[in-house]
């Protein structure tokens, strides 16, 4: 119904915004990615918007970007997964890591997101399976092979960083076997 919403900034008291529309005021439940990107109270702000009409509340939810309102939708659409679990797991990490996460099938990283059990955390890697990160690779790069694929995990179990294996995935050749690979990229990373 309400599918953007453009004018003065208001006042800002985490994680909800009032967003003055020619005179009439909007409350706005905002993930802490776009409150950290919000201009100064007074100054001009324009967010992508989620209603969202309960029995007992009409609530609208604000996105700096289309990427964060999409993957909103989508964890909504999972059950056991209400509007304000959602803004959490987007307040506690990125659409990129989120999309990372779900690709990679890594729970841990969602559990880290306060008030997300383990239990959620296998919903959401089960239900948003193909539905998110399906094209967003780690650290930016999408792996060129499913032996890139399977080195790149191996490297992430291990403890390294995604920006520490995406670089050594970029310095082994591209017809690479993994185990080779996984020797290779430990040795680029040991030095």
């Known amino acids: 119904m309400i599918g953007k919403l453009t004018g003065t900034l208001s006042d800002k008291n985490p994680p909800q915004v009032l967003v003055d529309c020619n005179g009439v005021g909007y409350e706005v439940h905002v ?3 776009t409150f ?3 201009p100064n109270v ?3 702000v324009s967010l992508l918007t989620h209603f969202v009409v309960r029995e007992d509340a009409q609530i609208l939810y604000g996105f700096g970007t289309a990427a964060e309102r999409e993957a909103f939708r989508q964890l909504i659409k999972i059950s ?3 509007p304000r679990t ?3 797991v987007l307040s506690g990490m990125s659409v990129t890591e989120l999309a990372q996460a779900v690709t990679l099938q890594e729970g841990g990283r969602i559990i880290k997101v306060p008030g997300i059990g383990k239990k959620t955390a296998e919903r959401l890697l089960l239900e948003l399976k193909g539905k998110l990160g399906s094209d967003i690779g780690v650290a930016g790069m999408q792996p060129g092979s499913d032996a890139q694929g399977d080195i790149l995990q191996a490297l992430l179990a291990l403890g390294y960083s995604d920006k520490e294996a995406a670089a050594a995935l970029k310095s082994l050749p591209s017809d690479v076997g993994v185990s080779e690979g996984i020797k ?5 990373l040991a030095k």
């Open 42 to 44: 007074g100054e001009k």
């Open 80 to 82: 056991g997964v209400g």
């Open 86 to 88: 959602a803004l959490s």
């Open 184 to 188: 290779l990229a430990l040795k680029t």
């Open 36 to 38: 950290y990107n919000l």
């Open 31 to 33: 993930p802490m990615s």
